[in-house]
C-alpha cells in the first residue's frame, strides 16, 4: 500500500541551526512528491514539490529513490519557519489525490 | 485566483442542529477535496469528487455527513444533526492534473466549527 511516514512529531532546533525535517514514502513507480506547510491556525500551503526542484524560504528537498526519501532541508533555521510541515504523495493511479503523513512540527527557539 | 474560498470561517452551533459548510474552488480546477482536522485525529480524508463526480466517500465518518457538487464552482459539506464530536477544522482543497502531473492541492482557509 502506498504510504507516507515522517517519524517525527516534534522537531525543536535553535534559530540558526540546521533542519532536516524526514519523509519516506512507500511506492513502486515513480512518485509525485509534495511538503506543505501549516503555521498556526491557517490553512496548508505548499511549500515544494519535487518535479519543480525549487528552493522556497530557503527550504529544499531532494528525492532519493533508493532510499525512498523525501527529506526537507534548510540550512539557517529561523523563527518564523516554526510550523507543522505536511509530506504528501501524489496517488500512483493518477486520481488526484494526495497521501499525507502524519505531520511534523518544527520549533525554532530563540 | 482568489484561490479557495470557505464560508463560513467560523461556525458555532448546537449540537442537533444541522450544519452546512461551503466552498468554491480555483476555476479550473477538477478535483475538489474535503478533510477535517483535528489535534487527536490529524488531517483525515473525507470525500473527494472529479469532475463534480464524488469519487471516494470512504472517510465519511457516519451518515450523518453528506457531500454535494452540483457544478464546478461550489461544494457542501453537510452535517445533519450535528454532534460535539464534529468539531473540528474542515478544509476544502482543490486540485488540477495537467498533462498527467498532479500539481498538488490549493487549501481553503477552512471553516472552524465547534457544536457545542
Known amino acids: 500500500a502506498q504510504r507516507v511516514t515522517q517519524p517525527e512529531k516534534l522537531l525543536s532546533v535553535f534559530k540558526g541551526a540546521p533542519v532536516e525535517l524526514k519523509c519516506n514514502y512507500s511506492?513502486?513507480?515513480?512518485?509525485?512528491l509534495f511538503w506543505y506547510v501549516q503555521y498556526s491556525r491557517q490553512r496548508l500551503q505548499l511549500l515544494l514539490r519535487?518535479?519543480s526542484r525549487e528552493s522556497i524560504k530557503g527550504f529544499t528537498a531532494d528525492l532519493n529513490k533508493g532510499e525512498t526519501s523525501f527529506h526537507l532541508k534548510k540550512p539557517f533555521a529561523q523563527e518564523e519557519d516554526s510550523a507543522m510541515y505536511y509530506c504528501?504523495?501524489?496517488?500512483?493511479?493518477?486520481?488526484?489525490?494526495?497521501?499525507f503523513g502524519q505531520g511534523t512540527t518544527l520549533q525554532v527557539k530563540p | 485566483d482568489a484561490g479557495v474560498i470557505q464560508s463560513p470561517r467560523h461556525e458555532v452551533t448546537e449540537m442537533g442542529q444541522e450544519v452546512t459548510l461551503r466552498c468554491k474552488p480555483i476555476?479550473?480546477?477538477?478535483?475538489l477535496f474535503w478533510y477535517r482536522q483535528t489535534m487527536m485525529r490529524g488531517l483525515e480524508l473525507l470525500i473527494y469528487?472529479?469532475?463534480?463526480?464524488?469519487?471516494?466517500d470512504s472517510g465519511m465518518p457516519e451518515d450523518r455527513f453528506s457531500a454535494k457538487m452540483p457544478n464546478a464552482s461550489f461544494s457542501t459539506l453537510k452535517i445533519q444533526p450535528s454532534e460535539p464530536r464534529d468539531s473540528a477544522v474542515y478544509f476544502c482543497?482543490?486540485?488540477?492534473?495537467?498533462?498527467?502531473?498532479?500539481?498538488?492541492?490549493?487549501f481553503g482557509s477552512g471553516t472552524r466549527l465547534t457544536v457545542v
Open positions: 482543497a482543490s486540485s488540477e492534473i495537467r498533462q498527467g502531473v498532479n500539481y498538488g492541492y490549493t
Open positions: 511506492y513502486s513507480g515513480s512518485p509525485e
Open positions: 519535487h518535479i
Open positions: 504528501a504523495l501524489g496517488s500512483p493511479s493518477n486520481t488526484g489525490k494526495l497521501i
Open positions: 476555476s479550473g480546477h477538477d478535483y
Open positions: 469528487f472529479n469532475n463534480n463526480v464524488p469519487i471516494d
